[in-house]
């Protein structure tokens, strides 16, 4: 693979760290103010709003974890081991991760639905769930490319010791 085109994907793992550091860094701080704002004046729903935030700040670091180890996978591109044991690793990791910040949106999703109810609007749900099947498409995506790319390297070992 040309280190071009890795550029490129490096180019834009860093791309898709950037908007969830700006939702951080500006959003969420403002949706917490908000909750506060609404907790003083005796409102029960800004502890539900505290919930998905604090939730929200937590996956942001298996997050960034895993864009590290996408980083670090297209290194291992970029220096041709793309097909070793350090890959399958970074594979993992990413699965790991993905499954991690499923996990924790699906014990969130009650406090979307308290969110929804109140509200009157059901499509918040829907913004929930996706929130928790993203990450599991990711993780079947990555144990998918674990599995091979494992199933590669020991049919080359054998080759290797054929020859």
Avoid: H, W
Wanted: hydrophobic residues 55%; glycine residues 4%; aromatic residues 12%.
């Amino acid at each position: 693979m040309k280190r071009s085109s890795t550029l490129f994907l490096k180019a834009a793992v860093i791309f898709i760290g950037i908007p969830v550091l700006a939702l951080c860094i500006f959003l969420l701080p403002q949706i917490v103010n908000e909750a506060n704002e609404a907790a003083e004046k005796g409102s029960d729903l800004a502890y539900v709003v505290y919930g998905i935030v604090t939730v929200m700040y937590i996956t942001v670091i298996p997050f960034y974890f895993a864009l590290y180890q996408s980083f670090t996978l297209l290194s291992y591109i970029d220096r041709n081991q793309a097909f070793s044991e350090l890959s399958v690793r970074a594979l993992k990791k990413i699965k790991n991760c993905a499954l991690t910040i499923s996990g924790f949106y699906v014990i969130v999703l009650p406090f979307v639905y308290i969110l929804a109810e109140v509200d009157d609007a059901p499509g918040l749900i829907l913004v929930g769930m996706v929130m928790v099947f993203a990450p599991l498409v990711i993780a079947v995506f990555a144990a998918v490319l674990q599995r091979l790319l494992k199933e590669a390297i020991d049919i080359k070992s054998e080759n290797d010791l054929i020859v």
